[in-house]
């Protein structure tokens, strides 16, 4: 890190707009000197007391509480002061004034959480933690969320880590004695190692996927042809008319898209127009928005009537969804059919039936939904994760899965050591223990000011 980290910032650390309180934040060696010049005698330490707030000319501008904490018992392991004050914006703005006047720089986006990453009193993992939190859109992912800032994820990874530190260390010290008749590497303990190491691994894929889905959800688009219901389903997924629904083919002809939480799955539903061959140029574009759509879901709900079933139509554009995409059966108005709603299966396909005008057959596939998430119904235990988390557990199992070909070889050991070394940097990436500048600009630019 740069000089920077040894100034002291200063951030609103409350939402922007109105509210009852508004908090002042203050990290780093002037902290208390500013505070004490903003509001006069500090004090003690975890004790909250009622002040005076001065303005940058000395004028009297808030009354509220001040509370410091001493270095390294803070958040950021420096000395913290927080001043809570009233949460108008020309108040805050003020005292912010009065901290730069006084010393202080306004904090980057991230920089208190950066600083408590680099004194130690947080890891990289908990770190973004925070932020996850802050961005939680359902009950289960707040759980998560505080399930990994509370250590769980990291804890998880440290052992996994110790594990593959004690592979190393027996493979490098195999290789310091290999002009010794005895053949190390061939050790039942270090295949035995090995494979433990991996079952620990994709357990903790498992998990940190569903910590992923929880806190970055699923795009979902809704597909078929005209008037079999797409937009009916949305409005009853969403909860709300969000939609316009009519009887006329091609009603819907631009792209809509509805974030809402389902089962506590974030989801991005687009909804889309009717596909069909047209001559009418703005439903002619409304499809090939959607087709551009279809390429940036991860699910396709694929629509179509009960009662008629999957038509030569249905097939044709199945065919030309994308392969990226995972995809339901949806066969709607079951009412009109007669058929009894939920799973079944359709030439030689899994499906689901439902009625999307009254509801029916909806939990299940909520259920299908979900399950195509890979979230569990228990998700006891799960704790948020990011892509950057699963792409280091990737990572890390394609460099074990090598280090166990090299092995296997028999005179590759040397080779062997370095995929369990890469392995073992590859999991340090997750919790900070081995990062890089561009990491950690890269992590803590996504936070807000004042975190």
């Not at 797409?230 to 631009?254: C, F």
Request: hydrophobic letters at 45%; glycine letters at 8%.
């Amino acid at each position: 890190m740069s000089d920077r980290s040894v100034d002291t910032i200063a951030a609103i650390a409350t939402a922007p707009g109105r509210g009852a309180v508004g908090i002042l934040r203050l990290s780093g060696p002037l902290a208390f000197v500013i505070a004490e010049k903003m509001s006069g005698a500090l004090p003690a330490p975890r004790t909250a007391a009622l002040r005076f707030f001065h303005d940058a000319q000395g004028e009297r501008c808030d009354r509220g509480l001040v509370l410091c904490f001493d270095a390294p018992r803070s958040y950021t392991g420096e000395a913290v002061v927080e001043m809570q004050g009233h949460g108008g914006p020309a108040v805050l703005d003020l005292l912010l004034g009065a901290a730069c006047a006084h010393g202080a720089r306004i904090a980057r986006p991230g920089e208190f959480s950066e600083r408590a990453f680099l004194n130690g009193r947080l890891d990289l993992a908990q770190a973004e933690a925070v932020a996850d939190l802050i961005d939680a859109s359902s009950r289960a992912a707040v759980l998560a969320a505080h399930r990994a800032l509370d250590g769980e994820f990291s804890l998880r990874v440290l052992t996994l880590a110790r594990r593959l530190l004690d592979l190393r260390v027996f493979v490098e010290g195999a290789l310091d004695f290999s002009d010794e008749d005895i053949d190390w590497l061939s050790d039942a303990q270090l295949g035995q190692g090995l494979t433990d190491a991996e079952v620990e691994l994709s357990r903790l894929l498992a998990q940190a996927s569903q910590g992923r889905r929880l806190r970055d959800g699923m795009v979902v688009a809704i597909a078929g042809r005209p008037n079999v219901g797409k937009s009916t389903l949305l409005n009853r997924l969403a909860r709300a008319e969000v939609a316009i629904v009519s009887e006329i083919p091609g009603t819907t002809r631009d792209v809509l898209r509805e974030h809402l939480v389902l089962d506590d799955l974030p989801l991005t539903m687009v909804d889309t127009a009717g596909l069909r061959d047209t001559q009418d140029p703005v439903e002619a574009e409304g499809i090939r928005r959607a087709w551009q759509a279809f390429e940036r879901a991860e699910l396709a709900l694929f629509v179509a009537e009960d009662a008629a079933g999957l038509t030569e139509a249905d097939r044709a554009l199945l065919a030309q969804l994308p392969s990226t995409a995972r995809q339901i059966l949806v066969f709607n108005k079951c009412d009109l059919s007669g058929a009894a709603s939920g799973a079944f299966v359709r030439e030689g396909r899994d499906a689901l039936r439902i009625c999307a005008a009254t509801g029916e057959g909806l939990d299940a596939l909520r259920a299908a939904i979900r399950a195509t998430a890979g979230l569990d119904e228990q998700m006891e235990g799960v704790f948020s994760a990011r892509a950057r988390h699963l792409d280091a557990l990737h990572q890390t199992q394609r460099h074990l899965q090598a280090a166990r070909m090299q092995l296997g070889l028999g005179t590759a050991a040397e080779l062997a050591a370095e995929e369990l070394r890469l392995a073992h940097d590859a999991l340090g990436t997750i919790t900070g223990r081995t990062t890089t500048e561009d990491l950690l600009g890269a992590v803590f630019s996504r936070f807000c000011i004042g975190k």
